[in-house]
């Protein structure tokens, strides 16, 4: 009784529209769920994917309050400022914090014992390792873009080669300034015993990674403290490991070692690789198919 | 024409419905909504095409071989863009100039200017002071979620049209070029009023667009606020679904989208981590979060189950109004984009809907929660591609669980039978309020 007057209803025929409509869509994306059990993760999408940055040596976790400051204004952007300093007994103080729903926070990694050297270097890049573990296990971001200023490129890179788990979280680009690969060496055919120890592990830089490494120049040779040189050995490592890698030169009024995070141009090249790059490269920005580390 | 109420609770608030449906404020509303259904209609259209077809992580995309990143398909892309966005993404604008005019012309003044003015007011109101685009506007607010702000807007610059100048002059005798004039300057004391107020609004939001204070407030508490026991977070699912619920009743937003899961939170992306880890969604530690309940068994067809009173209306309604309108309506719906329905019958400010729009997702969720804890279906954990249709979300999202499926149906059948008696009732109405226009007690 109750079918035959819904069969006579002229709208049946829409019901059962919708009805097929629904199993067709069904159908497929049985099958494919099926198929893709081990790429289901491939669905999360992190909302999140900070600018991680690390200040160079004698520099404090304040070190980028100005930038951040410039870039914000600049563009009329609003990205938040999460500053941490790790101590030397690997305890970690924070200051600043990260606004909820900010997809691009900033966030500097500073060390108490800033000093230069190798051995500071292993020391700092382990903090640092101790530092981002935190910020996996708070944020559950699964991208990131990586800056560093002069030492903390080393430290990166260091990280990158002894620390970083390629498996569930993965560097879109990184950018830093002044990196001293061969500290103060200037003839790139002598290599440091950093330089050749890095050279040695580059296997293990993820190679999905986009890399530009500014070096600034007065008066032809290095910034006042890094030959451009030791920048340049940069390449012994990345070059033909990595996706891209990009050796940019710097000159003019702010070109000097400590200043060039200060310099206009600097400021545009900052913005583009590593703040915007979702926004200027819409075709790139592809999902990102990794989930944040469970055991945390 | 007689109208048989078969019980009290209907006859009171058949009668309530009718009560402010008569007020002016409510008849203005319903014109404005009509108004903006065919754009509403035409951008849900293009937001499938948008979401589900183009879209990152659409549904289709995902589940058929994915288009290539080519030239054909950057174009496809910036024209379904550019249709949306000047459809369904400005119906907030659309709805001030009709709001004013209305408004205005209730009063006997100058419709047509108000509503023009109602347009630049409502855009300068939204307009950005951004350094990077020079002439630019806040999206969000352009679309459904400004909704309430630009029919409350409208109709205050309607009165403001009342209060500062005098009556309209009859402008059918008055063909000539002084007629126009003298149109326009007695009326140009309310439009100066309108943009300088505007102006202040905007001043005043471009400044707390910084700190983005009460969104902000809410999405922290949705997103960050955990905790480890399953009634606070049952409780806590709930009340900001109802939030949700409400809110899109009056076109504002919510915590929760009903497009998919935009920002995973930290407890389902623990789940998720838990089912990679065991390959089973079974027994996952956070059973009731937002995309356990909310997002697979709440939204189909859009926030409020509009999916049910779809079907509802196709079912028992005899109105020509409603049919069409759902027929219409329907293809969006099976995406999750129930825009067309919420304008079209609408069930935006309309008293009747809002029990059903409530209480169908309310009794989807609770129910969907009883059969978790009872282990009759497992949760869902996998996240799951934007726009997929509301009754795949739980299927998909267990992993193709059978009983995720067969509970879908039971709720989308559920949230019909709760919105039956009152699509009925909504009939009623329509036929005492055309009763009373006809006999002239409006």
Redesign the interface.
Known sequence: MRTRS?RK?K?FK??V??AI??VL??I???I???KN?TT??G?????MSPVIMIPGSSASANRFDDLVKIVN????E?HSLLKMTVHTNDTITYSGSI???DERPFIVVGFENNNDGYSNIKKQAAWFNLAFNKLKQRY?FNNFNAFGHSNGGLVWTYFFENYFDNSSISVNQMLTVGTPYNFEEKNTSNHTQMLNDLIKKRDKIPEDMTYSSIAGTQLYTDDGIVPLGSVDAGKYIYEGHIKHYTLITLTGSKAQHSDMIASDQFINIFHQYIVGNNINNP?H???NKK??N?QQ | MKVQFSNKFEEKLVRLTLKIQRLLIYRIIQRTLLLIFPFALFGSFIKIIQTVVLG??G?LT???PTLN?DFVY?QIDNITNGLYNLSLGWVSVIAIFGAAKYTAKYYHRDDQLAGITGISAYLIVDYS????QPFSFHPAILGMRGLLFAIVLGMFIGWLFKISSRLAPNLIDSKATNGILERTFISLKPIIFSLIISMIFSTLINITY?S?AP??FI??LA??YTSSNNWAQLTKTLIFSVYTIIMSFFGWSGAYSALGV???D?LS??N??????K?TAWNAPNPFTSSTLYHAFATYGGTGCILGLI?AI??VSRDKDF?TV??WA??PS?FNIGSGVMTGIPVLFNVIFLIPFILAPIANMLMAAVVISLHLMPPSV????IG??G??IA??AT??SWQA?GFSVVAIAISTYIYIPFVKMAAKVKILDNLGLEEGDD
């Open positions: 819904l209803n709208n829409y019901l529209l919708l409509i629904l869509l069904g497929p994306s049985y494919w769920t099926k059990v289901l993760a669905r999360y999408n992190s909302p204004r600049k563009y009329g609003h606004r909820p729903n559950r075709g920005n592809k999902t989930v944040p469970p | 990152k992580e549904f995902d589940i058929f990143n950057r002071y951004s350094k990077v910084y983005e969104g902000n999405n922290s997103t960050e935009e920002k995973m930290i992306t623990v998720l981590n838990y089912a990679l880890q390959h079907i196709l079912i049919q759902a027929r329907m293809i099976i996998y996240p799951v591609p997929t249709p009754p795949l299927f998909i992993n193709g499926l």
